[in-house]
C-alpha cells in the first residue's frame, strides 16, 4: 500500500510538472541551437571558426595571424586570444605601397580575430558570450556581428552589431554599438554602461535580437535598446537579415588609439563559450 502511494503520488507530481514545462513551452523559450563550449585543447575547432589574417582595419597595429597557437588556441576550457608584442612578418607586403596594410614588411604586434562567416548564421535570437576581457591602454577586444552579405555589398550597408567592445583607455566602460546605413552615408547608434574594472572577472556579453529590435546585455543587465526600424522599414533592413559572428582583439587602431602601453604585453581575452539561441514559441518577449 505505502509503495502503491507513493507512486500515485509520484506520477501527479510528474503530471504537474509536466503541465507546467507544456505551459512555458507554449509560452516559448530559448532553444540552443548552435555553441562552441571550448573542451578539446589544441586550435580553435576548424568546422566552426575562420581567422582572418593581415592589417584587416581601422589602421589597428597588430597583425592577425592564421592557425598560430601563440595568437589564438583552446586551452584549459577557454578558448585563448593572446595580443602580443613581436616582430611579425607581413606576408602580404608591397614594396613602395602607400595602402597601410600592405606598406609595413613587418608588423610590431601580432593578435587573433575568429569569425564564423560561411560556417555559422543566423537571422535574430540570443547570443551569449561568457568572457574575461583583457586590459591596459591600447587593448580593444570585441564581440561583433555582420551581414552575410559584407562581401557584396560592403560595411555598412551590410550592418553590424557589436555585442560588445572595450578599449583600455576607458578601462571602466562597455560599448555597444549597432552601424548601418541611410541615404548612402554611415549612421550608428551608441551606448555605455559604466562598470567598475569590468576586466577582473568573467561577464556574460549578449543580445537578444528580435524583428523591431536588439536588446544588449551585461550579465543580466539590459542597458541598450535598438529599434531595428531605425535601419529602415521592410525587409531590406540588414538587421532584417542573417549575420555571423566574430571574436577579436585588436591593439591601437582608430578607437584602440595610438599609444600601446608595451609593458603590459602580452594580454589574453579568454572566452568560456559561445552559445546561439532561437526563440521558440510565440509570442516573442
Known amino acids: 500500500m505505502t509503495w502503491k502511494r507513493t507512486t500515485i503520488k509520484n506520477v501527479w507530481l510528474a503530471g504537474w510538472l509536466l503541465a507546467g514545462l507544456v505551459s512555458e513551452l507554449h509560452a516559448g523559450s530559448w532553444r540552443l541551437a548552435w555553441s562552441d563550449e571550448f573542451e578539446v585543447?589544441?586550435?580553435p575547432d576548424a568546422v566552426k571558426w575562420g581567422s582572418e589574417e593581415g592589417f584587416v582595419r581601422n589602421t589597428e597595429m597588430q597583425y592577425y595571424t592564421r592557425n598560430r597557437r601563440e595568437n589564438a588556441r583552446v586551452e584549459n576550457g577557454m578558448l585563448v586570444i593572446e595580443g602580443r608584442k613581436e616582430r611579425f612578418q607581413n606576408r602580404h607586403h608591397v614594396p613602395d605601397s602607400v595602402n597601410w596594410k600592405t606598406q609595413c614588411a613587418y608588423a610590431d604586434y601580432t593578435s587573433a580575430s575568429l569569425t564564423t562567416r560561411k560556417k555559422m548564421s543566423f537571422r535574430y535570437g540570443r547570443v551569449e558570450v561568457r568572457a574575461r576581457i583583457p586590459h591596459g591602454v591600447g587593448?580593444?577586444?570585441a564581440i561583433w556581428t555582420c551581414g552575410t552579405g559584407e562581401g557584396n555589398i560592403g560595411w555598412p550597408q551590410c550592418g553590424e552589431i557589436d555585442i560588445m567592445e572595450f578599449v583600455g583607455k576607458e578601462p571602466d566602460r562597455i560599448h555597444a554599438t549597432v552601424h548601418y546605413a541611410a541615404a548612402g552615408k554611415h549612421r550608428m547608434s551608441h551606448r555605455f554602461l559604466e562598470v567598475e574594472k569590468p576586466?577582473?572577472?568573467?561577464h556574460v556579453y549578449a543580445i537578444e535580437w528580435f524583428e523591431d529590435r536588439i536588446d544588449f546585455y551585461f550579465d543580466k543587465t539590459r542597458y541598450c535598446t535598438f529599434a531595428?526600424?531605425?535601419?529602415?522599414a521592410g525587409a531590406d533592413n540588414p538587421f532584417r537579415k542573417p549575420h555571423f559572428l566574430r571574436l577579436n582583439l585588436a591593439l591601437g587602431g582608430q578607437w584602440g588609439g595610438?599609444?600601446?602601453?608595451?609593458?603590459?604585453?602580452?594580454?589574453q581575452y579568454l572566452v568560456d563559450y559561445v552559445r546561439v539561441y532561437e526563440w521558440d514559441g510565440n509570442p516573442s518577449p
Open 139 to 141: 587593448v580593444w577586444p
Open 228 to 232: 531595428v526600424d531605425e535601419a529602415g
Open 41 to 43: 585543447d589544441g586550435m
Open 258 to 267: 595610438p599609444v600601446i602601453d608595451d609593458a603590459m604585453l602580452p594580454q
Open 199 to 202: 576586466y577582473a572577472d568573467f
